[in-house]
């Protein structure tokens, strides 16, 4: 089992960055593939990046690909979102989880373990 704990939300401008943070407890981080999604108000949830257990291989929603990078340390059994180029759309309560599997998925239903998710919030 693994508890993951979400940092690093904040307000921001349109055109700035954040750097999201999921500290994971537990051994076994690296055997997890991890996965970041969003969810606005009124709005599913949505998927937003994805990275292999090794870190070796990635995945991302169109609407970030180019401007947000997942990785991974498995030493310190942290996962990473660096947002750059924020846009109001990306305002949402940002959760990260964990799949009991190596490989990478982009239906929450394929994850295991969720944490209680951080406020990005981008003002126009």
């Known amino acids: 089992q693994v508890q993951l704990v979400e940092s690093g939300g904040g307000l921001v401008q349109a055109g700035g960055s954040l750097r999201l943070s999921c500290a994971a407890s537990g051994r076994t981080f690296s055997s997890y593939a991890m996965g970041w999604f969003r969810q606005a108000p009124g709005k599913e949830r949505e998927f937003v990046a994805a990275?292999?257990?090794?870190?070796?291989?990635?995945d991302y929603a169109d609407s970030v690909k180019g401007r947000f990078t997942i990785s991974r340390d498995n030493a310190k059994n942290t996962l990473y979102l660096q947002m750059n180029t924020l846009k109001p759309e990306d305002t949402a309560v940002y959760s990260c989880a964990a799949r009991n599997s190596p490989g990478i998925r982009r239906s929450y239903s394929a994850y295991d373990y969720w944490g209680q998710g951080t406020q990005v919030t981008v003002s126009s």
């Open positions: 990275i292999t257990y090794i870190g070796g291989g990635a």
